[in-house]
């Protein structure tokens, strides 16, 4: 079972514009770059992940992948998280990826061990979804899609309930797991300081970012 992480990634000045109320400008892209930075180091750690592929128009993303050993598939269109993940499961398909896991970038608490998890059922149908929600419970965090396009990702306000109707639409089994380190990604100043409550509670991971926060503030 071959199966590849997708992990999109947009540009770092046009990132988490939602926080501008807590962070200036300059600290919301060191906060970005971090935050990548871990979700890569997670993924690349996982022993169920045989390869990543970073899908993104941001260069220093880009270097980031470079550095730890991911691929880089630019996106020059920037179109948005869900026209890269289309990119990105286009590449992994032609590379005979059998399922792909998509994550995005703000989920800093990831745990390679929870990634292993949410991996090791094998599929048992000929299509198969499974959710990731986040800690609302109306949007996406993670997907497992098995085959790689058994359903357009469709990510943004409201994704968990399109993808379950696309997966019905589809015929896939459709399964929600909650792995608790992906279920917390960062878009609002309240997301911003849950995590910050999180790191403080939680030993280990998230290393960049947990560097990083106390000179934010």
């Known amino acids: 079972m071959k199966t590849i992480a997708i992990l999109p990634v947009k540009r770092f000045a046009q990132s988490k514009?939602?926080?501008a109320d807590a962070l200036p400008a300059r600290s919301r892209v060191a906060?970005?770059?971090?935050?990548?930075?871990?979700?890569?180091?997670?993924l690349r750690r996982a022993q169920l992940v045989?390869?990543?592929?970073?899908?993104?128009?941001?260069?220093?993303?880009?270097?980031?992948?470079?550095?730890?050993?991911?691929?880089?598939?630019?996106?020059?269109?920037?179109?948005?998280?869900?026209?890269?993940?289309?990119?990105?499961v286009q590449w992994a398909l032609a590379r005979d990826a059998d399922r792909?896991?998509?994550?995005?970038?703000?989920?800093?608490?990831?745990?390679?061990?929870?990634i292993d998890g949410l991996l090791a059922t094998m599929p048992e149908g000929a299509r198969e979804v499974t959710i990731v929600p986040d800690r609302h419970g109306t949007g996406t965090n993670g997907l497992v899609l098995y085959p790689p396009d058994v359903i357009p990702?469709?990510?943004?306000?409201?994704?968990r309930a399109r993808h379950e109707a696309a997966?019905?639409?589809?015929?896939?089994?459709?399964?929600?797991?909650?792995?608790?380190?992906?279920?917390?990604d960062v878009d609002t100043p309240d997301d911003f300081e849950t995590l910050q409550a999180r790191l403080e509670s939680h030993r280990g991971g998230a290393s960049h970012t947990r560097g990083l926060l106390p000179r934010l503030l």
């Open 153 to 159: 990702a469709a990510f943004g306000e409201g994704s």
């Open 167 to 184: 997966a019905a639409a589809a015929g896939a089994a459709t399964f929600v797991a909650e792995p608790e380190s992906l279920t917390h």
């Open 50 to 88: 045989d390869g990543v592929v970073v899908v993104t128009g941001e260069p220093a993303a880009g270097q980031i992948a470079v550095n730890y050993n991911a691929e880089v598939l630019p996106d020059q269109s920037d179109a948005g998280h869900s026209d890269a993940v289309a990119l990105g």
């Open 17 to 19: 514009q939602r926080l």
């Open 100 to 114: 792909v896991l998509l994550v995005p970038g703000d989920v800093p608490m990831i745990d390679p061990v929870e």
């Open 31 to 42: 906060l970005v770059q971090a935050m990548v930075t871990d979700v890569l180091i997670a």
